[in-house]
Structures are given as structure tokens and as C-alpha cells.
């Protein structure tokens, strides 16, 4: 599926700020088999001061800017195209959970897609006991890694509602679960903190999601969403799988990876610092058009 992807993030400071430094992560990276990244770009404005791009360790395009001059105001725009290859996960090939401890064992690689860095606790993510159990329930009866995993994001799509107001970027896992409400960051989270304490490696994914308008309406501009998942390491014949808890499903054709890493913080769009003082607002809009082929 291609599709035309664009980004724009808006910041909007109370009294300008002198000044900043931004690690931009907005560009979907080309994975083989996976997704094609043509056509990229990112704009900035006001134009920056200095800036160069590199691969971060997770292997996510990573843009570091530096704003040398007196701003109110600043706006990211990322375009691309994306050619998703991608439709969803074939037979599943995964081993048993109790088997699964001595896959992961037997991992000597520790590159950026080694389960090993996705198994211990994150900055954002801890072990939270009620958390664990209850992932441990979800998933007692199931046969594979990769059952396990469906059945723990069934089970979170089931029993959490999503809710745009409830939460905030900062909200730690275990707050909003113990709602039971949230957003998808939200979701992805509470699954990374309960796979993680059941011994299943998990990361958290950024990306874009296409949606369809209701029947009869038209498409928004803009009303396309900056979203969030999962992806577990069900043993070595299986490897990674995406799952969206949030929506109850596999990734698939309308799911396009921008980042992945063991937490939000890992692929936060933008972060870095700011020489300001008084508050800030922010706002984004996100474009998921589908194009024809060819």
C-alpha cells in the first residue's frame, strides 16, 4: 500500500523563547520487507542555525537542530512517501512461554534489534505488580509467544477505555491502568510493563495510522492520527511481532513504523531543551493519504 505522509508539529511559547537544541525523530526509516521511504523531507521554521541527521542506536533517522534566534513560535513539517509491504504476520512459529527463557538465553547478538535491551526495566517503564498479574492471567492459557501476546492485547483492548483527556505524555503506566483509561502511548505501555514482567521481550513503537472517515463523510484534513504500539519478541523462528493493543489487532497495511525503542522517551517526535521562561502549547496534524501504485 503507498501512501503520502505528512507531519506537522507546532509549538506555540508564551513569551519567546532565545533559543534551542531539538532531537527530531519524524521521518519513517526504510525497513527491508517492511516499508519503502521515498520523497522525505523535513522543514523547519524558523530555519535552523545548525543541523545534521544520523542513525540512532536503535536504528531510527534521528534530525538534531540548534534555533539560534529569538522565537514564538515553531513548526516541524516531515513529508513522505511510504510504500507499506507489510500486510500482517504469517503462521505463527512461536515457541511456548516456558520455553521462551531459554531462547532468549540463547541470544549472544546484542545489535539494536537484540531482545536483550527490551526485557529489563526502561525509564519510563517499571515493573508494576498489578500490571504483571494481570498480564500473567491474560496470557495463562495460552500455547505460543506470539497467542500470548494477542491475547494480552485483546484482553487490554477489552477491559481499558480510550480516552484523549485522560492522561498526558508524562502519565506513568501503572496511573493510567489503574483507571483503566487512556491513550494509545498509554495502551502500548501498560502491554510493554506486563509482557516485560512476564518474561516476553517488548518495545515501543512509534508510527502513523490511516483511518477512513464513517460512510458518507468526508475525509478530514489533518484528522489522521501520530500512533503508538508493540512489538514482542516471540523466539528466534518468529523474531518481532507488531501488535496494537489499542485497536485489538496485528499491525498491518495501515500501520507505518516511524521509530522504535524501549520507551516513549527512546522516540519522543521532538525533544531537547529550550532557553525560555512561561508556559507552551503544542499541536500536530497528521496526513495519512493513500496513493495509487505505480
Known amino acids: 500500500m503507498l501512501y503520502q505522509v505528512r507531519l506537522s508539529v507546532t509549538y506555540h511559547y508564551a ?10 525523530r519524524l521521518l519513517p526509516a526504510a525497513i527491508p520487507g517492511v516499508q519503502d521511504i521515498s520523497h522525505d523531507l523535513i522543514a523547519i521554521s524558523p530555519r535552523p542555525a545548525e543541523r545534521s541527521e544520523f542513525i540512532d542506536f536503535f536504528g ?18 516531515a513529508t513522505c512517501k511510504v510504500d507499506r509491504l507489510f ?18 538465553v540463547a541470544v549472544s547478538d546484542l545489535g539494536p534489534a537484540s531482545p536483550h535491551h527490551f ?22 492459557t495460552a500455547p505460543t509467544a506470539r497467542a ?7 484482553a487490554l483492548n477489552r477491559d481499558m477505555r480510550f480516552d484523549g483527556g485522560a492522561t498526558s505524555v508524562d502519565t506513568p503506566p501503572e496511573e493510567a491502568f489503574a483507571h483503566r483509561h487512556g491513550v494509545c502511548q498509554d495502551f502500548a505501555q501498560i502491554m510493554i510493563a506486563g509482557l516485560r ?5 517488548a518495545a515501543y513503537v512509534s ?16 484528522a489522521d492520527a501520530m500512533h503508538a504500539w508493540v512489538r514482542a519478541w516471540c523466539g528466534t523462528a518468529e523474531g518481532w511481532v507488531d501488535y496494537d493493543p489499542t485497536n485489538g489487532c496485528f499491525a498491518g497495511a495501515d500501520h507505518i513504523v516511524a521509530a522504535v525503542g524501549r520507551d516513549y522517551g527512546d522516540v519522543a517526535p521532538v525533544s531537547g531543551i529550550l532557553r525560555i ?10 496526513d495519512v493519504i493513500p496513493l495509487p501504485a505505480g
Open 15 to 24: 513569551r519567546p523563547a532565545s533559543g534551542g537544541r531539538h532531537l527530531l
Open 87 to 104: 500486510e500482517g504476520p504469517a503462521e505463527d512459529r512461536s515457541v511456548s512461554l516456558a520455553r521462551l527463557p531459554a531462547e532468549i
Open 119 to 140: 526485557l529489563p526495566a526502561s525509564p519510563r517503564i517499571r515493573p508494576v505488580l498489578a500490571i504483571t498479574d494481570y498480564a500473567r492471567e491474560a496470557l495463562a
Open 60 to 77: 531510527n533517522r534521528t534530525s538534531e537542530v540548534t534555533i539560534a534566534c529569538d522565537h514564538s513560535e515553531i513548526v516541524f513539517t
Open 277 to 286: 521562561a512561561g508556559g507552551q502549547k503544542t499541536s500536530h496534524a497528521v
Open 197 to 201: 514482567g512476564a518474561g516476553v521481550p
Open 148 to 154: 500470548a501476546v494477542e491475547a494480552f492485547g485483546l
Open 207 to 222: 508510527g502513523f495510522l490511516r483511518t477512513v472517515p464513517p460512510p458518507g463523510q468526508p475525509r478530514l484534513e489533518g
